[in-house]
Each structure stands twice: as structure tokens, then as C-alpha cells.
């Protein structure tokens, strides 16, 4: 059983076209989180979800609008790709208090 | 801002020693502290937390400690393995709003057999 889950694991697109990326998480979290780890490894929250509303939002360019159906659902909509935003983004998920984060698998994303 | 600093270069040590990784931290007073292990294209996986008014944590082969007046924590691997292999990554509570982790860049350990 896949505690958090992402779809897709790899996105190839290219620059100026809109995506999206999903999260599930089957753990009865209340919260969750987007993070984006770029090349040079670090790993920094964009956005922060708890029971569907939005607690945590980090400077990130409004092209990036979290979208979060139930509390269980956390998915991330990019418009306008840009080069800049080829890096691995990570959904996670935890019980309000951020107390130990369960990631996924991660979705890299490559934008040409 | 938070400034959170883990050893930049790459632990290499030989199987059956212990790993020492070191996490400093500045410009902040978080109430507790974690380590996250993250394996080549995976997610970071939660290995132990440290409060601020704890000294150290045990979880098997692993140690951390947490020293709030220096501004670091140690996290050790006693009878490493080449299993350990793996980036490690010390990561701070900023509870200002949210509950917000603030990540280090972590420390990539190579356990050689």
C-alpha cells in the first residue's frame, strides 16, 4: 500500500504549456505540502495544505495554484512553464504540527 | 532568515564504523529538529525528531543529539553498513505560521565495505 502518491513520475514539456500533478495520500493526514528540490538538492516547501485549506504560502510565482479537493487530494497546476521550473517536486503529507513528513515518490519535472 | 548548514562534502567511511553528521543552525530557535534519509530518486524518508528539550534520541543504530546553546545537532550511525548509503537530511521546525520545515542542503554518507 502506497502510503503518499504521486502521478506522473517523469513530465517532459515544454516551455509555455500548462501541467498538472497529482498527490494522494492514504494516511488519514490532515495536512499536506508541496516541495520543489531543484539540482542542487535543496528541498523547499511551496505550499502547505490542512484539511483543504491553505496554511503555507511560500514566495512562489503565481503561475503555481495548489489545489486541494479533500484532504486527502493535494494537487499542484503550473502555467506557463518556464526552464526555471525543471526540478523534482515532492508532495507530502502529516498530521497538523508538521511532525514527521511522509513524501512521495517525487515527479520530475523537465520543461524544454 | 534561517541558515541551516550540514557537511557540504561527502562522508566516506568503512563498514562497521560509526558516521558522524553534523547540522548548524543560526539565526533561529526551533522546537524541535529532524533527520530525513533520502536514497537516489526517492522521497525523503522520517527517521527521528529531537525536541528542544531533549539531549539526544535513540532509534537502534541511530543517535541524534541536539545541543540548542551551540546551535547543533550530531546524528550517528553506530555499525555502519553499506545500506546506509544514502543523502541524510537535518531539517528545523519554523512555526511562525504553518509549521513550516526549513530543509538542509544534507550530507551524502558512502559506506564502503
Known amino acids: 500500500d502506497t502510503a503518499v502518491s504521486q502521478t506522473p513520475k517523469y513530465l517532459v514539456t515544454q516551455m509555455g504549456n500548462d501541467k498538472s500533478i497529482k498527490c494522494e495520500q492514504n494516511?488519514?493526514?490532515?495536512?499536506m505540502y508541496w516541495y520543489k528540490q531543484d539540482s542542487k538538492k535543496f528541498l523547499k516547501i511551496m505550499f502547505s495544505?490542512?484539511?483543504?485549506?491553505?496554511?503555507i504560502n511560500e514566495t512562489v510565482p503565481n503561475r503555481f495554484s495548489p489545489k486541494s479537493p479533500d484532504k486527502a487530494h493535494l494537487n499542484l497546476h503550473i502555467n506557463s512553464l518556464e526552464l526555471g521550473d525543471s526540478a523534482v517536486y515532492f508532495c507530502?503529507?502529516?498530521?497538523?504540527?508538521?511532525?514527521?513528513?511522509?513524501f512521495g515518490p517525487g515527479t520530475r519535472l523537465t520543461v524544454t | 532568515s534561517q541558515k541551516i548548514e550540514q557537511n557540504s562534502e561527502a562522508l566516506n567511511i568503512q563498514e562497521g564504523k560509526t558516521a558522524t553528521l553534523t547540522c548548524n543552525y543560526t539565526?533561529?530557535?526551533?522546537?524541535?529538529l529532524q533527520w530525513y534519509r533520502q536514497d537516489p530518486g526517492r522521497g525523503p524518508v522520517f527517521l527521528l525528531l529531537?525536541?528542544?528539550?531533549?539531549k539526544e534520541k535513540r532509534k537502534e543504530r541511530l543517535k541524534v543529539t541536539f545541543d540548542t546553546t551551540l546551535k547543533q545537532s550530531l546524528f550517528h550511525i553506530t555499525a555502519s553498513q553499506p545500506a546506509d548509503s544514502a543523502t541524510y537530511l537535518c531539517?528545523?521546525?519554523?512555526?511562525?505560521?504553518?509549521?513550516?520545515?526549513?530543509f538542509g542542503a544534507g550530507t551524502i554518507l558512502r559506506v564502503k565495505s
Open positions: 495544505y490542512n484539511n483543504k485549506e491553505l496554511i
Open positions: 529531537i525536541r528542544e528539550n531533549e
Open positions: 539565526n533561529y530557535s526551533p522546537a524541535y
Open positions: 494516511l488519514g493526514h490532515d495536512t
Open positions: 507530502a503529507s502529516s498530521q497538523p504540527g508538521g511532525l514527521e513528513q511522509y
Open positions: 531539517a528545523l521546525d519554523y512555526m511562525e505560521y504553518g509549521n513550516k520545515l526549513v
